[in-house]
């Protein structure tokens, strides 16, 4: 059966320090890969997808930069964050376009 | 932006009352789906409906689809305390790779 991990579950990281969120997904090949963010209370907002290694679409201009160095890799980073940051952030699989996804546990941030 | 707004933003029951969500959507589809999330966790999901479908169930759940007034609606019948959570809808777009959501309900099911 296939499985996504996303980790670490909640993160409090300082004004201008870096950030890795990792996501994997077991169980399947060729996922397509997605990151949201949701901030409280909100839905959802697309940050970026993913149809294969080092393909990478961003959805919107932001601190924010997304990396799949392998097939079932899906990395979310910054530089420097900034206090805007701080939200709910989601990784999701799919095996196709347009198809159900399914959704990790999510990465409570908060910039502090 | 976002492609698909449910309403209520938030919606409160007695436990064995239906509870009825709707979602509208802006562009064309290919497909519908509704997600379930608890507070603080991941999303999971409930239903897909496609455009050339116009109702489907599962369990005690009930998706309609109408797409000449780009809405669908989602019932939930004899609500137990346990559905409390928020539902999204979230819609492809015809010939998008990716899958937008909707801001959500927020239901209560009081015991």
């Known amino acids: 059966s296939q499985t996504i991990h996303q980790w670490p579950a909640t993160l409090v990281q300082p004004v201008g320090s870096p950030l890795s969120l990792e996501c994997t997904v077991e169980g399947t090949s060729n996922p397509n890969l997605y990151w949201y963010r949701q901030a409280a209370g909100r839905g959802l907002q697309l940050l970026f997808y993913?149809?294969?290694?080092?393909?990478i679409s961003s959805e919107v201009p932001q601190n924010l930069s997304a990396s799949r160095p392998q097939d079932r890799q899906f990395i979310l980073s910054s530089k420097k964050l900034l206090l805007s940051d701080s939200g709910f952030y989601l990784c999701?699989?799919?095996?196709?376009?347009?198809?159900?996804?399914?959704f990790g546990q999510g990465t409570r941030l908060t910039v502090v | 932006s976002q492609q698909g707004e449910e309403d209520p933003q938030a919606l409160s029951i007695q436990e064995g009352e239906n509870a009825t969500m709707n979602c509208s959507y802006k562009t064309s589809i290919n497909n519908l789906q509704w997600y379930r999330q608890n507070s603080g966790r991941g999303l999971v999901h409930l239903i897909l409906?496609?455009?050339?479908?116009r109702e489907k169930h599962s369990g005690r759940l009930r998706v309609t689809l109408d797409t000449s007034k780009k809405s669908s609606s989602l019932l939930i019948t004899a609500s137990r305390a346990a559905d409390t959570a928020s539902y999204f809808c979230a819609t492809d777009g015809l010939g998008y790779q990716k899958v937008t959501f909707g801001t959500g309900t927020k239901l209560q099911v009081i015991p």
């Open positions: 999701a699989w799919s095996r196709e376009t347009n198809t159900e996804a399914f």
């Open positions: 409906i496609r455009s050339n479908e």
């Open positions: 993913s149809i294969g290694i080092d393909q």
